[in-house]
């Protein structure tokens, strides 16, 4: 069978397409393989570096030797409770006797008028006051007091009492904690008297 020259045309036309693009696909033929761009340091196209995680340095024990720390308070229906514990970090036996002397301090660093509430029954009956008694604090060992109070408000002439900073007279001076202290309009602060911490084994 006799091809057109017309058709003839077309096929060798399209032979030569194929051709070319598979010369241009073939490594090593025509232009260098592109090479993978690397953005120096500092350019605005640069990727930060991945943040690592480190936890928050533990706090160091205090020219006095004492380390004073509050846990987390607990809320239900208003009610705040509130663990704060005194540790021995130094190399002398300490003794905490009796409530401890509380006082609240505003953001300001103003103290707050506050009424305290030796044993907390005003605040709450939920919480255990182990009544004051002579507590020995070893190097190493740790007393410790619950706070209670209730963040409710039903004043309008005085705004809530807040305060930020929670400061505890000791035998070696004052130690202080900061915190969110809530009282709202009732300005009682329920303190439960010094217990040793007991060490588990």
Known sequence: MTVPPAMRVCVSAVALICLAGCAAQAPGA???????????????????????WSPSPAPSCAGSGLLLYAEAPTAAMGLR??????????????????????RLLDEDGEPLEVKIDRGARRVTTAIQDPGPKAVTVRPGRSA?????????????????????????????????????????????????AWTPVTVKR
């Open 144 to 192: 410790a007091f619950t706070l209670a109070w209730r963040n409710t408000y039903g004043g309008t002439t005085h705004p809530p009492a807040v305060g930020a900073t929670l400061v505890v007279t000791t035998g070696s001076g004052r130690q202080r904690v900061s915190g969110l202290f809530d009282l709202g309009s009732t300005n009682l602060l329920g303190v439960t």
């Open 30 to 52: 025509g232009a260098a393989p592109a090479r993978p761009t690397v953005t120096p340091p500092g350019h605005p196209l640069a990727q930060p570096p991945p943040t690592v």
């Open 81 to 102: 409770v509130q663990t704060v514990t005194l540790t021995n970090c130094g190399d002398t036996v300490r003794q905490v006797k009796g409530y401890p002397r509380v």
